[in-house]
């Protein structure tokens, strides 16, 4: 059981530079066993290329290693909240993709300028409020995690599959870690789209909510038609 | 005959993802067979790289599945509405291609600034008027197929090979699928083109008349000299 | 010696979608050989990765078509006026590369804003004038050459190795087909270098006129210390 | 040792290309062994993919050729003005990256809006100062050197990595060749997402102190804790 999970973040993180989401070492992804209660994600600083299956640390959900001879991720704590605070969430990705990031540093949430966007989620893109200089202090990497949970907690991992962490770069999340990669995907498009419809026509206006909620309709939830039964 | 649409059609959405116009499954092209009556298209939600010529569906031109054990794509009424509206049109091509998304998202026609655009078609690219609720809410890919055909059909789909539908994206058209993909590709760097274009000087004054009947009828029409005879 | 120019010209047609400078079949290449007085160019509207040395068309400098069975470009008088009025010119480039393409389309000459401009030429990248109605209709890709030609005759081909046609793209030249590509990627990027600068601080200064010159005399003229021997 | 060197010279300016950093011939990496006193940097003008170990030259740190047939980089005396001043250095790398240049040419410092710029150093990227008209007559290339020089020594090259040359191109440093590509790699998404931050929001606030800080801190120092013991 482990190792399928291995395999499938050594496959997310893969995917990763692939889609041109991470250059030289910036990006990690992980996932999750809930039935054994571990958690398996990309080591700290390891190159995409050199990465095999031995590399890839499987953890608690307290963080303790269980497997493994790497150092995890630095940002292994944000993962963990998310993972401990929202059961259905199988899947983590956080990148610094371009697009996405230049929204991040804007400190602004994505606007939904369009159908695209609303494929993926009915709402604008989050951004996660300051932290405070104890939390920075005290513990930085879980106090990103717990604002990145305040950010969506209004409406869910379902509803919300990613958010921007402010002067960062996003998180996102999934049923697993491929699906937290297509939401990464997805997400870099969307902010790409609404960066040059911004600057194209500053006063764009939102998408049409008949229209947004048709379009997230046919993707997702009971009465989605989109795709192969 | 039918095997020929099929392969037109594989071909065809096999071409948007190599011209950089379709990420993840974004993107549909079908074809026609006139003398049969029928339509092929893409299957919804399957990934470019794993389509075969098994997974295209054929229907009727009232939608009605003849061959294909596959769900056709989500678009599929918006290609039929097109198809029984022009009887000159043989192929459609549907994308979210991203600068050409920019104007439908900031909800303005593309204007014509140079010879790229006037090569493709001697008008603005138009955009559709949005939707009413109720079209919405009854038929929302049938009511997109006759917005669209609202747009061009005071010059029609020679004139007109495309149009961005409000909010969301581009549709076009030619007499065969890889005609039509032709048209998107270029559709992409005309939109391109034009963004950078107003981004760089806001006041951008539309092509010159003369150059823009110029350019087009080299290619267009009967006293076209573009290519070979 | 014909055959050495076709191959040359070949290659450089061939060079134009390698370096990201021509779509579809936008852009094309030519070369002159002085000694026979023959002008080799592309066809019209022919693929790039179809290309062969059979389809080369060669002419005349009035035009007059002496071996290939292919129509040539339809730009072709464009270069035979400026191979007709520079003997020094070996080799043009025509292309619709799409940040060169925008400035252009503003109507805009491109500003010496840096060394990458100055390591190309020491003045800006002039603009040329709007045809007159007459010109368009009598013999609009013959005046377009003499545009060019006026755009460049103060300062001549050698200082400045390219122009923008208003409303339509750049026209690069060099002493032979190969050097008049090697022009065009270099005026893509300043252009791209120029439109994100200008983007970025709209009133952004003219590069200092003495590191100007003395990047130009680096690489051009009695003084060149750049490259080998 | 000097094979070494020259090796990791080479693979460092072949690297420029591969990372998309340098187009044509324009950029070039260079590195020093300090036991030997001797410097290896690309020549000038070859183009990247024609290079081999034999094209690299050797000089000493005043610039006196050591071995090798070719004459160095144009750039050469600006890189041995680095060496001289900071002995912490081993390799020094310049490009004409496109968007770092963008702000050279705008003139203007990078300002420090995201933890993908903190990961790479707590400052804003420095621009030089303009150089003096006797400056440019008499040595241009070691006063650039030496405005890089004045840009970076009140913090010194290990908190300062790299700087912008005013109106013209980035120059970068590190331990070894292959750490000053890294950091050209990363200064050019840095500059990429500071450009796009500023177009989109031009009040763009700086990154919060503490974040900027322990991010900082994260990477680099005795407190650091990313990447593998």
Redesign the interface.
């Known amino acids: 059981m482990s190792d399928a999970l291995v395999e499938a973040v050594l496959e997310a993180n893969r995917a990763l530079p692939a889609h041109g989401l991470a250059?030289?070492t910036?990006g990690n992804a992980s996932g999750i066993d809930r039935e054994r209660g571990v958690v398996a994600i990309k080591?700290?600083?390891?190159a995409y290329d050199e990465l095999t299956a031995e590399d890839i640390v499987v953890l608690d959900l307290d963080g303790t290693v269980r497997t493994g001879s790497?150092?995890p991720s630095?940002d292994t704590p944000t993962h963990l909240v998310i993972y401990r605070e929202f059961e259905e969430i199988g899947g983590v990705v956080h990148t610094?993709s371009?697009?996405s990031?230049?929204?991040?540093?804007?400190?602004?949430e994505i606007p939904l300028?369009?159908?695209?966007h609303a494929?993926l989620c009915a709402h604008p893109i989050p951004l996660t409020r300051?932290?405070t200089?104890e939390e920075?202090?005290e513990d930085?990497e879980g106090a990103t995690g717990t604002a990145l949970v305040e950010a969506i907690s209004s409406r869910g991992p379902s509803e919300l599959p990613c958010a921007l962490v402010?002067?960062?770069?996003p998180f996102c999340w999934g049923a697993s870690p491929a699906q937290a990669v297509?939401v990464a995907?997805?997400l870099e498009?969307v902010a790409?789209?609404?960066?040059?419809?911004?600057?194209?026509?500053p006063a764009?206006?939102p998408?049409?909510a008949?229209?947004r909620d048709?379009h997230h309709e046919?993707k997702h939830g009971a009465r989605a038609?989109?795709?192969?039964?």
Request: charge should be positive.
């Open positions: 250059a030289l910036w080591p700290s600083g390891v790497r150092r630095t610094h371009t697009w990031v230049a929204w991040a540093q804007a400190q602004r300028l369009g159908t695209t494929d300051a932290l200089a920075i202090a930085y402010r002067g960062h770069a297509e995907v997805t498009e790409r789209m609404a960066l040059l419809t911004t600057l194209l026509e764009a206006e998408l049409q008949a229209v048709k046919r038609y989109y795709g192969q039964p």
